[in-house]
């Protein structure tokens, strides 16, 4: 621990400290609620595209149970284009999809089945929700990050810096008020003295 000058003007400065300190303190803390906030909004998010995704799988087992056959399907749909834009959340940049451009390959209507269409629409659907939930599970990381690092500066200023800096300010104050009663023990002396000359 580094020695602290025990004057009023460390005072004055170690009291400025610590009101500045307890004025910041809860601007953070709330940036860390409004953090886990939007943490939970993500996390509900991931669980709807999530539910989606396994909506997929039984509606093609289901409607489209000819997917057995021997029909090549390679190619049909394909993933053109996403772009990304950042959305700016309590100073922390997210990722969010702005546009999915899915490629659907030309086919033959008389060549293919007419359930094709069905699968090619599920195919795109399958796709963009994939996307969608890699972006949002990046958002969800991004703000656990981030509010675990708000978390780490909330309690550094409660059980760190506030304590050690009221425990310098009592020290200050042990030591100016030994030296005050010092200095008036010692002119009482030095008056006894000279009464006594």
Same mark, same amino acid.
């Given at each position: 621990?580094?020695?602290?000058?025990?004057?009023?003007?460390?005072?004055?400065?170690?009291?400025?400290?610590?009101?500045?300190?307890?004025?910041?303190?809860?601007?953070?803390?709330?940036?860390?609620?409004?953090?886990?906030?939007?943490?939970?909004?993500?996390?509900?998010?991931?669980?709807? $595209?999530? #539910?989606?995704?396994?909506? @997929? =799988?039984?509606? /093609? *087992?289901?409607?489209?149970?000819?997917?057995?056959? !021997?029909?090549?399907?390679?190619?049909?749909?394909?993933?053109?284009?996403?772009?990304?834009?950042?959305?700016?959340?309590?100073?922390?940049?997210?990722?969010?999809?702005?546009?999915?451009?899915?490629?659907?390959?030309?086919?033959?209507?008389?060549?293919?089945?007419?359930? $094709?269409? #069905?699968?090619?629409?599920? @195919? =795109?659907?399958? /796709? *963009?929700?994939?996307?969608?939930?890699?972006?949002? !599970?990046?958002?969800?990381?991004?703000?656990?990050?981030?509010?675990?690092?708000?978390?780490?500066?909330?309690?550094?200023?409660?059980?760190?810096?506030?304590?050690?800096?009221?425990?310098?300010?009592?020290?200050?104050?042990?030591?100016?008020?030994?030296?005050?009663?010092?200095?008036?023990?010692?002119?009482?002396?030095? =008056?006894?003295?000279?009464?006594?000359?």
């Amino acid at each position: 621990m580094a020695t602290i000058a025990l004057s009023k003007a460390n005072l004055t400065d170690q009291v400025r400290q610590l009101r500045a300190c307890r004025n910041f303190l809860p601007s953070l803390d709330l940036k860390r609620q409004q953090l886990l906030l939007e943490q939970r909004k993500a996390r509900l998010q991931l669980a709807e $595209v999530e #539910q989606q995704r396994n909506a @997929l =799988k039984p509606t /093609i *087992e289901k409607q489209l149970p000819m997917l057995g056959d !021997e029909i090549d399907l390679n190619g049909l749909v394909k993933l053109k284009d996403v772009q990304f834009v950042e959305e700016n959340v309590m100073g922390i940049m997210l990722p969010k999809v702005d546009r999915i451009a899915v490629q659907i390959a030309e086919y033959s209507f008389l060549a293919k089945p007419p359930w $094709v269409d #069905q699968v090619v629409q599920l @195919l =795109k659907e399958a /796709i *963009e929700v994939t996307i969608r939930r890699q972006v949002i !599970e990046r958002r969800v990381e991004l703000l656990a990050k981030a509010a675990r690092t708000v978390s780490q500066r909330v309690n550094l200023f409660e059980k760190v810096l506030i304590p050690r800096i009221q425990d310098n300010i009592k020290r200050i104050r042990l030591a100016m008020a030994d030296s005050e009663r010092a200095s008036i023990v010692s002119a009482k002396i030095a =008056k006894g003295k000279k009464a006594a000359a």
